[in-house]
């Protein structure tokens, strides 16, 4: 069964002060990886696709990169607007449903 | 705004009784996903539909069930409902062809339901 674990569940961070979200994954055949960001009460908000394993992506100050276990999205400087619940899903081969973790909830404080 | 609407908002109910969730996709998308976001269980996928044919089942219960009509908005209903039900909804869309590689899910703003 296709399964994501994230790390840690929680995060709290001072503003400017860089870090990383782990995403660990088991998938029979990865078609995709996804990032998702959500704020309280609201739908997750897409950040990024990632497909192989040495691919990374960026936006603003994240950036996505993907092993063949896990996934990590590093935040640099962070600001207190990225304050939100960081979401991590699979999609396996000939399937489009997508797999969830349970989130990891980053607080910046300014 | 990711383009897929959902209402009603929110929606407060009884035990016993039966909703209907509704969710209009992006314009050109033909998939539709329902999940379900409880605290203890996180996102839970629980049914596709593409251009009006159910093509996935997740962990959807047989009190539950939904449709895509012609115009390809979809409607989740749920019925006898039980305390445990008590969650937010979201509808997610897609262009949903199968064999291209990027085929996001972007998510509605969701349905607070709560059962009392």
């Known amino acids: 069964e296709d399964q994501v674990t994230q790390s840690p569940e929680a995060l709290r961070l001072q503003e400017g002060e860089s870090s990383s979200l782990n995403c660990s994954y088991t998938?029979?055949?990865?078609?995709?990886l996804f990032w998702y960001r959500q704020d309280p009460g609201k739908g997750p908000e897409f950040l990024f696709t990632l497909y192989s394993a040495g691919e990374e992506k960026e936006k603003e100050r994240l950036k996505a990169t993907l092993t063949k276990k896990e996934s990590f999205l590093h935040i640099t400087a962070p600001k207190p607007e990225d304050s939100a619940t960081y979401l991590c899903?699979?999609?396996?081969?000939?399937?489009?449903?997508?797999?969830f973790g349970q989130g990891t909830r980053l607080t910046i404080n300014p | 705004d990711s383009g897929v609407t959902q209402t009603p908002k929110h929606l407060i109910t009884a035990t016993g009784q039966r909703v209907t969730l509704r969710c209009s996709p992006r314009s050109g998308d033909l998939s539709v996903y329902w999940y379900q976001q409880s605290l203890d269980q996180g996102l839970q996928f629980l049914i596709q539909y593409y251009n009006g044919e159910e093509r996935a089942k997740g962990n959807i219960l047989e009190r539950f069930s939904a449709q895509q009509f012609p115009d390809l908005h979809s409607e989740l209903n749920l019925s006898s409902l039980e305390l445990g039900d008590s969650a937010l909804y979201f509808c997610a869309s897609s262009v949903g062809a199968s064999g291209i590689l990027t085929d996001t899910q972007y998510f509605g703003p969701g349905t607070r339901l709560t059962v009392l």
């Open positions: 899903a699979v999609q396996a081969k000939g399937a489009q449903k997508l797999v």
């Open positions: 998938v029979s055949g990865l078609r995709g």
